[in-house]
């Protein structure tokens, strides 16, 4: 059972990143899926989330209208499309496959991947 990441790197203000999720499959088709992030000091928020289908998208309220969450469920990943990033987008995403509960918690996740690093310059 295994979530990588992928797709982090340093972008200018006002850039984009492609955040992919590569999942095993026994863990991923069934599986809403969810994107969260962790800047130093600061406990992990959720960002953005899909259910199984790729039917229904959640997003916190920050990053609604600039980032994009999807999932191609034939390739065993999940996306994070981030547009016009600013610099407090700047810290670790994660990816995590969901279990019980509100998609808006870590708690109701069970699987998680590494972290991919995501820093933006002023």
């Known amino acids: 059972v295994q979530l990588q990441a992928s797709g982090g790197g340093l972008v200018q203000a006002g850039g984009s990143l492609r955040l992919s999720c590569a999942a095993s499959?026994?863990?991923?088709?069934?599986?809403?899926m969810g994107w969260f992030r962790q800047a130093p000091g600061k406990e992990r928020e959720f960002v953005a989330a899909?259910?199984?289908?790729?039917?229904?998208?959640y997003y916190a309220d920050s990053e609604k209208g600039r980032f994009t969450i999807s999932r191609d469920n034939a390739k065993n990943t999940v996306y994070l499309q981030m547009n016009n990033l600013k610099p407090e987008d700047t810290a670790v995403y994660y990816c995590?496959?969901?279990?019980?509960?509100?998609?808006?918690?870590?708690?109701?996740?069970?699987?998680w991947g590494q972290g991919t690093q995501v820093t933006v310059s002023s």
């Open positions: 995590a496959a969901h279990y019980s509960g509100s998609f808006y918690y870590t708690s109701a996740y069970n699987y």
């Open positions: 499959g026994r863990i991923f088709s069934n599986n809403h």
């Open positions: 899909i259910n199984w289908r790729g039917s229904s998208t």
